[in-house]
Each structure stands twice: as structure tokens, then as C-alpha cells.
């Protein structure tokens, strides 16, 4: 509630028209604080089921009105960097000027936080810069400021046989009977031979839930070993296959085929790799096979 008043009066001392708890009939929602009778601001501290502000989001939408949703729940950061619940990444949004990005606010200290340029570190780790936003500044003060915010530079270098040390360390030690490690056996794998590009961890992984070994080991099966050197494939093909071997983490207002942007991701680092090569938009042609370590399969 307090949160819901100091914003309030900070948009009313702007002259902007606000109404809070605001019934709307059409819908039968009440909203937490209505600007304008044209924008929702919902100011979440509680964690609930995903789903239900999903379905509140959509119920905005149709009216239209628009709807920036607030968290009001405090985020760990570290000079290493954030850690980001699953409740909370469902409020990530995307903008071009500050990439994907969550937005916090304070109203003990009178101040909004946004962490913008959010690069996934692995579990709930993440990199980001953060721009403190006070209420001594205006709404239009507040979105020039953001306007002007950089993105985070990293000089991360990967080690890839560390990278695979640790992999195989998990999940002999955590996941040694899981689903996944079962279809690698079955299917005459181990951990330590797979290639370099299988069990990369990216920026976008947030995306989805599935592990990255697992989804990227799923394609490597099921697509990229099917085919040879100079032949060709469109992203239409890839994607059908990548979506269906993910589970896409639920946000409230991201597109539903933002998890592609991840896809989108990994086809660019095995262009780096030298892997393949996008010949014309959204078209692909193989230009060498992902290479195994040692013997490729521990089953004959």
C-alpha cells in the first residue's frame, strides 16, 4: 500500500489524472493504480502463480490499456553480479536501447531500479548494469535518463574444457538418473565426448528452463549430424525442432516466440565456430560436422 501511494502521488504532483484501486467493470479487475484512464501501473510484491498476471495482463490488454508492472521485491546482487529469481524473470521486458531488462521499485527509498542489458550467467546468475531512477525526477526526466543507458561490456573468455569439467561434475554428482542422462546413455553418449558447441552456455538461456547441454545435445541428435557439409537449411526447420525440445519460461509481457531469440543466438555463436554459415536471411549451409573428443560413442 505504500508502494501503490507514493507512486500515486509522484505521477498526481506531475498532473497526471491517477485513480488507485480502481475498479474496472468491463473486465472485473481492480487495478492498482490507473494514469489517465489509459495506463495500469501493478505494483507486485507477493509471489504468485505466473500464470494469474499473465492472464490480468491480457485482460488489460483487451479494453486496451497499457500496463507496466512493478516488482517490489528486493534482488540479491553481489560484485559478481544478480540473482534472479524465476518468479522475477517472468517480468522481464525488451526494448532496443536497454536489451531485456527489470524494472524495481522502492518505496522506502523513493527510488525505481532498473537492471537493463541482462546477460544470463547460469542458474539464477546474471550480469547487468543497474540505473537508480529517484521520485525527485519526472517521468519524461526518468525515460531520457534511461534512453542514455549503456549496455554491459564483458571480456569473458570461455574455457571449454573447464566448461565440460564442471558439466560432467553436476550431473554425475545431481542429475545421474535424470531423463536426460538416461537418453545419453541410451543413445551411446557420454558427457566428456561431446563436442565443444554442445553444452553452451549463452547470454539468452534465461529463456527457456531447459538446461542448455540438454536442448543443444536434442538438436545435435535429432538434426545437425543428419546432415553434411554444403547442405542447407532453413530457420523455419530449426526452430519447429528447438521448440518443441524446450521448456519456454512463462513472462508477462515478452512476445511467445521470444525463446527463438535464444535459437537465434546459438545459430550465431556455430557461425563463429565455423560450424555454418547464414548464407541469406533465415537460410543456413553446413560447413563442417561438430567434432567429437576421443571415441564419439561409449556403445558399439
Given at each position: 500500500?505504500?508502494?501503490?501511494?507514493?507512486?500515486?502521488?509522484?505521477?498526481?504532483?506531475?498532473?497526471?489524472?491517477?485513480?488507485?484501486?480502481?475498479?474496472?467493470?468491463?473486465?472485473?479487475?481492480?487495478?492498482?493504480?490507473?494514469?489517465?484512464?489509459?495506463?495500469?501501473?501493478?505494483?507486485?510484491?507477493?509471489?504468485?502463480?505466473?500464470?494469474?498476471?499473465?492472464?490480468?495482463?491480457?485482460?488489460?490488454?483487451?479494453?486496451?490499456?497499457?500496463?507496466?508492472?512493478?516488482?517490489?521485491?528486493?534482488?540479491?546482487?553481489?560484485?559478481?553480479?544478480?540473482?534472479?529469481?524465476?518468479?522475477?524473470?517472468?517480468?522481464?521486458?525488451?526494448?532496443?536501447?536497454?536489451?531485456?531488462?527489470?524494472?524495481?521499485?522502492?518505496?522506502?527509498?523513493?527510488?525505481?531500479?532498473?537492471?537493463h542489458?541482462?546477460?544470463?550467467?547460469?542458474?539464477?546468475?546474471?550480469?547487468?548494469?543497474?540505473?537508480?531512477?529517484?521520485?525527485?525526477?519526472?517521468?519524461?526526466?526518468?525515460?531520457?535518463?534511461?534512453s542514455?543507458?549503456?549496455?554491459?561490456?564483458?571480456?569473458?573468455?570461455?574455457?571449454?574444457?573447464?566448461?565440460?569439467?564442471?558439466?560432467?561434475?553436476y550431473?554425475?554428482?545431481?542429475?545421474?538418473?535424470?531423463?536426460?542422462?538416461?537418453?545419453?546413455?541410451?543413445?551411446?553418449?557420454a558427457?566428456?565426448?561431446?563436442?565443444?558447441?554442445?553444452?553452451?552456455?549463452?547470454?539468452k538461456?534465461?529463456?527457456?528452463?531447459?538446461?542448455?547441454?540438454?536442448?543443444?545435445?536434442?538438436?545435435?541428435?535429432?538434426?545437425?549430424?543428419?546432415?553434411?557439409?554444403?547442405?542447407?537449411?532453413?530457420?523455419?526447420?530449426?526452430?519447429?525442432?528447438?521448440?518443441?525440445?524446450?521448456?519456454?519460461?512463462?513472462?508477462?509481457?515478452?512476445?511467445?516466440d521470444?525463446?527463438?531469440?535464444?535459437?537465434?543466438?546459438?545459430?550465431?555463436?556455430?557461425?563463429?565456430?565455423d560450424?555454418?554459415?547464414?548464407?541469406?536471411?533465415g537460410r543456413?549451409?553446413?560447413?563442417?560436422?561438430?567434432?567429437?573428443?576421443?571415441?564419439?560413442?561409449?556403445?558399439?
Amino acid at each position: 500500500m505504500l508502494g501503490k501511494q507514493t507512486l500515486a502521488k509522484w505521477l498526481a504532483y506531475q498532473g497526471h489524472e491517477v485513480e488507485l484501486e480502481s475498479f474496472l467493470k468491463l473486465i472485473k479487475r481492480q487495478a492498482d493504480i490507473l494514469v489517465d484512464g489509459q495506463m495500469v501501473i501493478e505494483f507486485q510484491c507477493s509471489t504468485v502463480p505466473i500464470e494469474q498476471l499473465i492472464e490480468r495482463n491480457y485482460d488489460y490488454s483487451e479494453l486496451p490499456l497499457n500496463t507496466i508492472w512493478l516488482l517490489g521485491q528486493r534482488v540479491s546482487e553481489s560484485k559478481l553480479g544478480y540473482s534472479i529469481s524465476k518468479f522475477q524473470l517472468g517480468f522481464v521486458r525488451k526494448t532496443s536501447l536497454l536489451g531485456y531488462y527489470l524494472l524495481f521499485f522502492s518505496p522506502e527509498k523513493k527510488q525505481f531500479e532498473c537492471i537493463h542489458h541482462l546477460i544470463h550467467a547460469g542458474g539464477k546468475h546474471f550480469y547487468g548494469q543497474k540505473l537508480v531512477l529517484g521520485l525527485h525526477l519526472s517521468v519524461r526526466d526518468m525515460e531520457l535518463k534511461m534512453s542514455k543507458a549503456r549496455a554491459y561490456s564483458s571480456s569473458r573468455e570461455r574455457n571449454v574444457r573447464c566448461d565440460r569439467a564442471r558439466l560432467c561434475y553436476y550431473y554425475a554428482k545431481f542429475k545421474q538418473h535424470s531423463k536426460f542422462m538416461n537418453h545419453l546413455y541410451q543413445s551411446g553418449f557420454a558427457l566428456q565426448n561431446l563436442p565443444d558447441q554442445v553444452g553452451v552456455q549463452l547470454d539468452k538461456q534465461f529463456l527457456v528452463h531447459t538446461p542448455p547441454v540438454e536442448w543443444q545435445f536434442g538438436l545435435w541428435l535429432d538434426f545437425f549430424d543428419r546432415l553434411e557439409p554444403g547442405d542447407i537449411f532453413g530457420f523455419e526447420s530449426i526452430s519447429e525442432r528447438f521448440s518443441k525440445s524446450v521448456r519456454v519460461m512463462k513472462t508477462i509481457v515478452l512476445d511467445s516466440d521470444e525463446h527463438l531469440e535464444l535459437l537465434r543466438d546459438y545459430l550465431l555463436y556455430l557461425e563463429e565456430s565455423d560450424i555454418l554459415v547464414e548464407f541469406a536471411e533465415g537460410r543456413f549451409r553446413m560447413k563442417q560436422k561438430m567434432k567429437w573428443h576421443g571415441n564419439p560413442r561409449i556403445l558399439s
